[in-house]
């Protein structure tokens, strides 16, 4: 019988997706805490024909592959691909992977959260209540904004941000603006959307939601000109990669009052410096990016990252690879 392909795995994942994947490869899994450091992945990863990681577990670049001979996969645990150098992995033969559609429902559950946390300001008010600073009715200095009937603009109008449209027009009677690479008659049909270029959108939007991949294209995609354009009421959201905006001004944005306020996932720098100017703006709800972060969406992300694994290093069934 042939040996079955050797996969490591860069930190301890769900035991049902790892136990399936056994039966198809000899998996390893780092036993240390958190996500195997770069410099033990250099070491061992000579020995293996496939690694699953997480978007913020390691870098794949040519250095990497220079250490790993033997690799044909990485079969990353996130939709989100921007660790990989593609380039590279094309000229070493390396084929990546990651999990599409098993956690678009999840990211626009938290998209819609943080909408409505800004607008009505829930993080600060659950502060003042729990400080014991509810004293009488609340006065209009904590009143917030509605979300319902206003105009949200989303820029990529992919699975997710198509998921996001469905809730904000079928349970918020949201009006909806969308730029995306290509157009989508079928989402101007079913939600009313109007397409635009990012400028008019950011122009005419109460809400406007970042859905787009990073790559080299996408990088400081929202700048300080675009701040300059949206509504000063404007409450602006990232939950897509941190790098797709320029942080500092966004930081300037918030600070001048050009717009009212931010729901951030995502930043340049994760986790965010404790000195980041956002984390002391009360116009700003910050989470540590967990868009995807239920227990059942990220065992359907793991068990997604065995089955992409299985299928390109041993043909069972079929694998979602990246593209470009
Ligand atoms: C993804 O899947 O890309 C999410 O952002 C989690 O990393």
Redesign the pocket.
Known sequence: MSEKPKVYITEQIWAEAVDWLQQYCDCTVWAGEGKAPREHLLQVLGNYDGLIT??SAVTIDEALLAAAPRLKLVSTI???YNHFDLEAMRKAHVIGTH?PYV?DETVADLVMGLMLSVARRMPELDRLVKSGGWNSAAGEELFGIDVHHSTLGIIGMGRIGEAIARRAVDGFGMKLAYYNRSRRPELEERYGADYMQVEELLRQSDYVVLMIPLSDETKHFIRAEHFAMMKGSAIFINASRGATVDEEALIEALRSGQIRGAGLDVYEREPIARNNPLLGMSNVVALP?I??ATHRTRQD?MMLAARNAAAVLTGQGEAYIVKE
Do not use: D
């Open positions: 997480t978007g996130s939709v989100g999990t956690l990016h868009g995807s992300m």
